[in-house]
T-cell receptor
Framework: AQSVAQPEDQVNVAEGNPLTVKCTYSVSGNPYLFWYVQYPNRGLQFLLKYITGDNLVKGSYGFEAEFNKSQTSFHLKKPSALVSDSALYFCAVRDHNNAGNMLTFGGGTRLMVKP | NAGVMQNPRHLVRRRGQEARLRCSPMKGHSHVYWYRQLPEEGLKFMVYLQKENIIDESGMPKERFSAEFPKEGPSILRIQQVVRGDSAAYFC?????????????FGPGTRLTVT
């Protein structure tokens, strides 16, 4: 079975400050990890993914995430937050051995960036 | 290249009626996934289909729900005899036939309200 935990329902940060949105996962095999962002009444937009290779992954809109195998984490980061980054962020995992191809999502973290 | 298309965007049904949700994947994509999002929750996998085949329906409720992805036309998620608990946002995602990238591309969703 595969699972994802996003321990924070909401993260508040001031514009210009660095932000971190936490994600931990559990899979039986090697993980494929993803971050998506959802704006109000919209679908999910893909931000970045980790499949293999460098542990630091860079994605859209200046976001990056660090894969840490020993801590089974994949935290999303950005050096300088923008008000427009305010949205709902979802971490997702797929087990490499999961032939069904489905993604398992965390419960989401609402990011609030204040001017 | 148009993204994943879903219609209708909003659907209101009375209890006991049928709901039909449509999804047209991105051009060139032959894998379709349906997810359900309850208010303030993450997305939950429902079903994974390829053309004319259901690959994984482990997330589908045993009764009243069905899905298809015919050779021609969109994928359909059908909910018979809807109940209030079916009120949710239903998202469709697609991915390419041959890919090493594994991300799924999401549509804007259909928001179902059962009155």
């Amino acid at each position: 079975a595969q699972s994802v935990a996003q321990p924070e329902d909401q993260v508040n940060v001031a514009e210009g400050n660095p932000l971190t949105v936490k994600c931990t996962y559990s899979v039986s095999g090697n993980p494929y990890l993803f971050w998506y962002v959802q704006y109000p009444n919209r679908g999910l937009q893909f931000l970045l993914k980790y499949i293999t290779g460098d542990n630091l992954v860079k994605g859209s809109y200046g976001f990056e995430a660090e894969f840490n195998k020993s801590q089974t984490s994949f935290h999303l980061k950005k050096p300088s937050a923008l008000v427009s980054d305010s949205a709902l962020y979802f971490c997702a995992v797929r087990d490499h051995n999961n032939a069904g191809n489905m993604l398992t999502f965390g419960g989401g973290t609402r990011l609030m960036v204040k001017p | 290249n148009a993204g994943v298309m879903q219609n209708p965007r909003h659907l209101v049904r009375r209890r006991g009626q049928e709901a039909r949700l449509r999804c047209s994947p991105m051009k060139g994509h032959s894998h379709v996934y349906w997810y359900r999002q309850l208010p303030e929750e993450g997305l939950k996998f429902m079903v994974y289909l390829q053309k004319e085949n259901i690959i994984d329906e482990s997330g589908m409720p045993k009764e009243r729900f069905s899905a298809e992805f015919p050779k021609e036309g969109p994928s359909i998620l059908r909910i018979q005899q809807v109940v209030r608990g079916d009120s949710a946002a239903y998202f469709c995602a697609s991915s390419p036939w041959k890919t090493s990238s594994y991300e799924q591309y999401f549509g804007p969703g259909t928001r179902l309200t059962v009155t």
